[in-house]
Nanobody, 120 residues
Framework: QVQLVESGGGLVQAGGSLRLSCAASGRTFSRYAMAWFRQAPGKEREFVSAITWSGGSTKYTDSVKGRFTISRDNAKNTVYLQMNSLKPEDTAVYYC?????????????WGQGTQVTVSS
């Protein structure tokens, strides 16, 4: 079992930056692929980024490439999402997810989410 807790969301102006964190419980965090998703009001949840257990491979949705960076610190059981050059369309609840087997999902474990609001 893995429990995930996101933090770092908030209100930021367009062009600003935020860093989201996802703290995971469990001694086997380093063996899990991790991902970030987001869900904007009235829209379906969408994939944002993923990282393998080692951090050796990452993937991003096209709309965030060059602006967002996913990383992890297995010693701290934490995965991060650095978000730069934020746009109003990045406004959403951001969720982290984990899976023992699949780099790109489906994911077995989910956090509760953290709100990111980007004002224009």
């Amino acid at each position: 079992q893995v429990q995930l807790v996101e933090s770092g969301g908030g209100l930021v102006q367009a062009g600003g930056s935020l860093r989201l964190s996802c703290a995971a419980s469990g001694r086997t965090f380093s063996r899990y692929a991790m991902a970030w998703f987001r869900q904007a009001p009235g829209k379906e949840r969408e994939f944002v980024s993923a990282i393998t257990w080692s951090g050796g491979s990452t993937k991003y949705t096209d709309s965030v490439k060059g602006r967002f960076t996913i990383s992890r610190d297995n010693a701290k059981n934490t995965v991060y999402l650095q978000m730069n050059s934020l746009k109003p369309e990045d406004t959403a609840v951001y969720y982290c997810a984990a899976d023992r087997v699949n780099f790109l999902g489906p994911y077995d474990y989910w956090g509760q989410g953290t709100q990111v609001t980007v004002s224009s």
